[in-house]
Every structure is written in C-alpha cells, then in structure tokens.
C-alpha cells in the first residue's frame, strides 16, 4: 500500500504558529509519526509540505502512479484552490482530506473547504493525530485495514 501525505501552505510553521490552534507539535514531528504507523501497517510513504499552490498541483497529479491513496492537508488552500480541486477529482483512489483544528468551529474565512467535494473522508479537529487517523481511514478504504475483514457491531 502506497500512501502520499501532502501539506499545504504555512503547515511547516507549526510547533510555533498558532499553538493554540495546532498544537506544539512540527511538521518534523508529524512525519516521523508517520513514517512509524506506516511501517506498523507495511505501507510506503511519500510524505512533502509546499507553500506553493503549483507545487502542490504537480505532487497531486505525480500521486495518480506513485500513490494508492491521498492524504492531504491543503492548509489555507482548503478554501480557495480550484487548481487542486481539479487535480483531486483526476486522482483515482480514496482522498482523504485533514485539518489539525476543527475548521467547522472556526472563523467565517476558515469554515468551508472547497476540497471537501473531491475527497472520500474528511477528519479535522484532533489535532496532530489527524494524520494517523487519516492513514488508518485510508487503509480501510483501500480494503486494508485489519478492521475491515469484521462487519460493524451493529451489522452481525
């Protein structure tokens, strides 16, 4: 299982931008959690952050043949990015979509995620473990997960 994990721009600031919305953790921090729950669940991981709209356009379309699924956090191109947008829709596997805060409960600017249309799930608001959780979404998705080979609780 191949997954890419993408950063959106301002997110290599945080541990020092905003910890009361992100949290103290880096960006560093984030990736060396993810680089460890990917070796727990056998996948490969891309993992890149860019404050560059096109950048993140070009490792979009890059993931149709290096990636089985996308994780991305699109940062403050969530609310303004039709180029992304249209690059996610290509992508063929399950998007998965995060935000470290609870963009829902946030000001009017921060409320609505353009992206949201284009991905499968969407976690936002527990902070740095998003990325995990977003990882384990991602395998389930991708009929991946221990916890898919069981039907739910309330279906047996």
């Given at each position: ?25 880096t ?17 490969s991981?891309?993992?890149h ?5 096109g ?13 089985d ?14 180029a992304?947008?249209d690059?996610?829709?290509?992508f ?21 995620s353009?992206l ?41």
């Open positions: 299982m191949r997954l890419t994990v993408l950063n959106g721009p301002n997110l290599n600031l945080i541990g020092e931008r905003e910890p009361e919305i992100y949290g103290s953790a960006l560093a921090d984030v990736e060396a959690d993810c680089r460890a729950f990917a070796d727990r669940i056998g996948a991981l891309s993992f952050q860019s404050n560059h709209e950048v993140l356009v070009d490792l979009i379309q890059d993931a149709r043949v290096s990636a699924a996308l994780i991305i956090n699109p940062a403050g191109y969530s609310f303004t990015s039709i992304m947008l690059a996610m829709k290509v063929k596997g399950p998007v998965v979509e995060l935000h470290i805060s609870n963009i829902h409960a946030r000001d009017e600017h921060h409320r609505h353009k949201s249309s284009a991905a499968k799930a969407v976690i936002c608001g527990v902070g740095p473990y998003g990325y995990i959780l977003a990882m384990q979404a991602a395998a389930h998705l991708l009929g991946r997960s221990p916890l898919h080979a069981h039907a739910p609780a309330a279906s047996r």
